[in-house]
């Protein structure tokens, strides 16, 4: 992209220079520079892979965008979102619709592309599956969308602009876009679904209604690399980004922010909520192999607001392969009753014991009704469930720990 210059001012570790000619800046002088461009060259910036990697791997913070996004014109937004879409899409404190519009934008070009690899094809076409719903089901909003590599995306079910409760779930490993974002999607409306049905349990909140998030913002590890937390580490950094992200925008009027993690993806929220970078209302993990987190207390969760599900027969919960099991008697967390019972409105109807490592989510079970009563607020209600219920005190053996026992088939969100 010859001509193109982004010149702004030099951050303190300096720009990074592209083979290209193009010298992409950092912070508010990265959104300085792309508002200054003319249409061709945004046009260019906005393909060049400098750019996008700034944008999507080192971007300014939330506050400096929403700051630098509320101080242009609307015609000048405009010509944003349809000349540079990938970045715009990408940036949190952009507003939640204007990424959406973006990244369907990039989605449809891409999936428009007959010279396109057919790995970027498979990966935009498991994403326009996963934001079909059907009628009468909350809307969709594709807030996060990157094609490199193995891909990220992130879609909101519900509106993240108005919702009272809002819920991140985070994947564990083997989950990628192109093999599980349509299913992870459906797991989410699942979860957003059993929000509705304890609405009127609800503790009182900021905004109406709840938004729950299928995120798969950072790569997950595979059998290759499972042993290191690199892969948390970063993921963890993304993750506090994205809840950043919905702070700034929802300033003044935060909805309660509610982590759900599974697997490998506890190890990443876990690190992330003891890092400084990141708060939450709750935060529950499912099937953790740990972390390097001691107790709740060094995590900025609001008290009394971790909970652990911890399934019969699942060889990753409990094995604190990462460090410190978050269900340990010294960490500080409520241990889900997970042998199943009554509905805490006492219709007598009777949810099902999740069983392995992946049946947390699933409709029916008391996992998922637990952690839809969290969300909402009502984590008082669980932990009087487990009080009566003992945590959970079936004796049943816990089946030995073994990370090389779970197969990717077995970590399908869904049948």
Known sequence: MTGVHLTASVSASGPSSASSGVTV???????????SLSGADLLRAG?????????????????EVTAWWSGLTDDER????????????????????????????????GLADHSAAAAVTAMLGQVRDALVHEVGAPDRYLITLDTRGAGRAAIAVGDLDTAADVTVVVPGMFFTVTGQMADFTNTANDLYTEQATVAGLAAPGSGNGVAVVAWMGYRTPDLSNI???GMAKTGGERLARTVGGLREIRDGDEPRVNIVAHSYGSTAALMALASGEMSADTLTV?????????????????????????????????????GTDPGSAGFGSTVLDLTGGVDVQEAGEVFRRPVGHNDYLKPGTASLHDVA????????????????????????????????LVRPQDLQPRD
Request: hydrophobic fraction near 40%.
């Open 78 to 109: 405009d010509t944003l979102t349809t000349l540079a879409p990938s970045v715009v899409g990408n940036l949190e404190g952009v507003p939640y619709a204007v990424r959406d519009r973006a990244n369907r934008a990039v989605l449809a070009t």
């Open 286 to 322: 499912l099937g953790s192999p740990g972390s390097d987190v001691r107790t709740s207390a060094d995590l900025a969760v609001s008290a009394g607001q971790v909970f652990v599900g911890d399934a019969h027969s699942d060889p990753i919960a409990g094995s604190g392969y990462f």
């Open 373 to 404: 009563l969290i969300a909402v607020g009502r984590g008082d209600l669980v932990r009087e469930q487990v009080r009566r219920g003992e945590r959970g005190g079936d004796g049943l053996p816990q089946a030995s720990p073994d990370m090389y």
């Open 47 to 63: 393909q060049d892979r400098h750019v996008l990697a700034t944008a999507e791997d080192d971007p300014p913070t939330a506050a």
């Open 25 to 35: 800046e950092h912070g508010r002088a990265f959104l300085s520079d792309l508002s």
């Open 227 to 229: 042993m290191s937390l």
